[in-house]
């Protein structure tokens, strides 16, 4: 397996414009998580699915933000509108459903708003 | 609720060892994690200890967990300038019946020769 697949690596959006990044899990994984990584605040979980069904999105920020995993193999985190302060690099991982011993993360999507 | 922390920087010599420290507070965490970030990269698993172990070694890492003070260490014997990156402490949180994974802000190791 190609392990967790996130597209596209980097994007340069204008404020006000609609994001969509996009990960792939590892294929018979079942959990799939998102986090947002900044300086200032480190690593957050913004939503977690189990089997595509949305399990917590506690961590999502706003509205602005909405997550959804159609399938087993996609999911897609959007930001509609974008504004600078959304500007961090956004990890997916994915895990079996009992995360026993691993979480495995994708290479990240680094997002500027400008 | 859930958190953990841990400092944010530490800066070694070459050669000398790394101590990293991390406090959770889910005392009914089973699975206690270190994570490496090196620069432009995803997380990587380094290693991981399971809440009934109180030490875990593994080649140059060992791992310490004080399950009482909800303190977990690594430590890293012979630092390498390799070894520079972002070490992420995590718990493994049940909420729900499902697990997540709750992550410190991570500590930036820097190795100095």
């Known amino acids: 397996d190609a392990g967790v697949i996130q597209s596209p690596r980097h994007e340069v959006t204008e404020m006000g414009q609609e994001v969509t990044l996009r990960c792939k899990p590892i294929?018979?994984?079942?959990?799939l998580f998102w986090y947002r990584q900044t300086m200032m605040r480190g690593l957050e979980l913004l939503i977690y699915?189990?089997?595509?069904?949305?399990?917590?999105d506690s961590g999502m920020p706003e509205d602005r933000f909405s997550a959804k995993m159609p399938n087993a193999s996609f999911s897609t985190l959007k930001i509609q509108p974008s504004e600078p302060r959304d500007s961090a690099v956004y990890f997916c991982?994915?895990?079996?459903?009992?995360?026993?011993?691993?979480?495995?993360f994708g290479q990240g999507t680094r997002l500027t708003v400008v | 609720g859930e958190d953990v922390e841990q400092s944010l920087f530490l800066s070694v010599r070459e050669g000398d060892s790394s101590v990293i420290n991390c406090t959770y507070t889910d005392s009914s965490s089973t699975y206690l994690y270190w994570y490496k970030q090196e620069p432009g990269a995803g997380l990587q698993l380094l290693t991981y200890i399971f809440s009934n172990m109180d030490m875990k070694q593994d080649q140059r890492l060992t791992v310490l967990l004080n399950k009482k003070d909800k303190h977990l260490s690594l430590r890293i014997a012979d630092t390498q300038t390799g070894d520079s990156a972002i070490y992420f402490c995590?718990?493994?949180?049940?909420?729900?019946?499902?697990?997540?994974?709750?992550f410190g802000a991570g500590t930036r190791l820097a190795v100095h020769p």
């Open positions: 294929s018979g994984h079942n959990s």
């Open positions: 995590a718990e493994r949180s049940r909420s729900g019946g499902y697990n997540k994974l709750i």
């Open positions: 991982a994915s895990s079996d459903a009992l995360l026993g011993t691993e979480a495995f």
């Open positions: 699915f189990n089997n595509n069904v949305p399990i917590d």
